[in-house]
């Protein structure tokens, strides 16, 4: 759906994307993962043609995008990290606006604006977008992104300043949304891909450092942990300077990392020295830990 | 052509709830007003301060005014018109760079030229409606008052001063295709126009010059004949269309 070849592009002195290769599978809920400032919304724009690339291409649904040309915007439904819409429309003349700009007819429009306002819960909403809070006009983003039923969906960081409850709605939708088109989402919250995604891809130093399956990345990923917790702190101190695997999570709470069959060495250690643990506990290898491997690679 | 249609209501849209439209509307009525009435005035404030005048030692006759003074008139207020009719739209596209608002239109598929082209055709039928309007009233008052038929090629001079204001509302939308801020805008479009103004003071290029077009008086007392304004006119239909060709690959260019 999405094919990103070589990208590059620098800002000054600065090259933000280095080399970026990125496949965005047909009907996958892809999560574009990366640290702030890594470049996840200048990725993003070029891809719109809102930005020019110094190097690379993009093609969406098979059409090159070129920059400053917006015919390849036709398949895609965007939403901004921070959306600006006519703030002297109502939500319905908005999208009005956007239905019509698009070339959908009228009924058609009509039908599909009651649909989505509904959907994101501004069906009774009367006033201009002036009055608009954040978490409103967030959702009156989803509505005009999907409006014209996109073959790919583009959403920068779309959860990110909501609260939990806002947040587990517009995932909902998503994933709702998921078998009509392509989502591709940019995030920090790796809680959220692991609830809706199925593909992702790790963002770093300007380039994609993993991208794959989710469930592939997860299964190919081998090394496990163990989250060990001693009575006292004084022996956790102990354990830490004995084996260089173990890291301090809290004062007496620690973090192996597993390599070779440590536990039993360390387990072993435990039984020798008796120390009291309170608890042991062998933990999935989470989003979380991949990403920090990442990233401190 | 949706597309374009859909954008230019939003742009009317706009103007409407912005209030630029009824603002705008109230000074183009009250100008249109003022000529015939200052030229009213002239004789009843002259005589009022006659007395101050005399002591003084100034001695005048008593003037008549006709059409001519109204026109005159007409012709001396349509820069402040045209100054504020631009003033008020200078934030047409900038105001849309700096909020943001382009992004999601333009990401829907609505193509750049037809930004230009709907902001531009939107400013045109304001200017043409606000312009005429005015000198509709003031025809009216003068045709009441005194009588029209003394202003020689008055329809020709006043379509040649509509024709500047319309290129200096498309050099508007030209500089507002590369500027980022309206005060560039303004800066753009003043600057050029000043130009034009130094180009008409030299005898051996005046009639190139645009800011010909905004000499009616000449047109009116027949000082001036009206081929003397061919050249100016067509420069000047060449200028507008040059403007608004260069618009759309600057626009094209920029980066939202
Ligand atoms: N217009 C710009 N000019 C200069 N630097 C920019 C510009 N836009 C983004 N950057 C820089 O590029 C980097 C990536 O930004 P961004 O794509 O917004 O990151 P993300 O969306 O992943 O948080 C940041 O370091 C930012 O400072
Ligand atoms: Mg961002």
């Not at chain 1, 692991?194 to 300007?206: K, P, V, W």
């Not at chain 2, 200028?239 to 600057?250: G, H, R, T």
Request: proline share 3%; glycine share 6%.
């Amino acid at each position: 759906m999405l094919q990103i070849t070589n990208l590059k592009k620098r800002f000054g002195d600065k090259e933000v994307i280095s080399g970026l290769n990125l496949a965005v599978p047909e009907h996958s809920i892809f999560g574009f993962i990366g640290k702030n400032g890594a470049g996840k919304t200048t990725t993003m724009k070029m891809v719109l043609g809102l930005l020019k690339p110094d190097e690379g291409e993009i093609t969406v649904a098979g059409e090159k995008v070129l920059y400053g040309q917006t015919v390849t915007n036709r398949h895609i439904g965007y939403l901004p990290d921070v959306p600006e819409y006519y703030s002297f429309m109502t939500a319905p003349e908005y999208l009005t606006f956007c239905g019509e700009i698009t070339g959908m007819n009228k009924n058609e429009i009509i039908e599909r604006r009651r649909e989505l306002l509904e959907l994101v819960g501004l069906g009774d909403e009367k006033h201009r977008i002036k009055g608009f809070s954040r978490g409103m006009k967030q959702r009156l983003g989803i509505a005009q992104a999907l409006l014209n039923r996109p073959k790919l969906l583009i959403c920068d960081e779309p959860t990110s300043a909501l609260d939990p409850v806002g947040r587990k709605e517009i995932l909902d939708i998503l994933l709702k949304v998921r078998e009509q088109t392509t989502v591709l989402f940019s995030t920090h919250i790796l809680s959220d891909v692991e609830r809706i995604c199925t593909d992702i891809a790790f963002l770093n130093d300007g380039v994609i450092s993993m991208q794959g399956k989710l469930s592939d990345i997860k299964a190919g990923y081998r090394t496990e942990e163990y989250w060990l917790e001693t009575e006292k702190e004084r022996d956790a101190q102990v354990l830490i300077n004995t084996f260089e695997d173990c890291r301090q999570i809290e004062n007496n709470k620690l973090v192996l990392r597993e390599k070779d069959n440590t536990i039993y060495d360390v387990l072993n250690y435990v039984t020798n020295n008796r120390i009291p643990l309170l608890k042991l506990e062998r933990k999935e290898p989470s989003l979380e830990s991949l990403f920090m491997e990442v990233v401190e690679r | 052509m949706r597309a374009l249609l859909a954008f230019m209501k939003k742009e009317w849209m706009e103007q409407i709830r912005s209030g630029r439209l009824v603002i705008l509307t109230i000074i183009f009525v009250l100008l249109g007003i003022m000529n015939p009435a200052i030229a009213k005035l002239t004789p009843w404030l002259l005589e009022m301060m006659s007395d101050t005048l005399a002591e003084s030692g100034m001695i005048f006759n008593s003037v008549t005014v006709d059409a001519m003074s109204s026109w005159g008139q007409f012709f001396k207020n349509l820069p402040m018109g045209l100054i504020i009719f631009i003033l008020l739209e200078s934030s047409i596209f900038t105001r849309e760079y700096q909020s943001g608002t382009l992004v999601l239109a333009l990401t829907k598929g609505l193509e750049r030229h037809k930004v230009v082209l709907a902001k531009a055709m939107v400013l045109t039928f304001l200017w043409t409606v606000y312009y005429w309007s005015c000198f509709a009233i003031t025809y009216g008052y003068n045709e009441y008052f005194w009588d029209n038929a003394v202003a020689k090629n008055l329809l020709f001079s006043v379509i040649c001063w509509w024709l500047f204001g319309l290129w200096a509302v498309m050099l508007a939308v030209f500089f507002s295709t590369i500027a980022k801020s309206n005060i560039s805008v303004l800066a753009g479009t003043g600057g050029v126009a000043f130009a034009t103004y130094l180009i008409s003071l030299l005898p051996k290029v005046k009639r190139y010059s645009p800011s010909v077009l905004m000499d009616g008086n000449s047109l009116i007392y027949g000082l001036e004949d009206v081929q003397a304004y061919t050249v100016a006119i067509i420069v000047t239909v060449i200028l507008c269309v040059v403007c608004l060709a260069l618009s759309i690959p600057a626009l094209n260019k920029k980066r939202i």
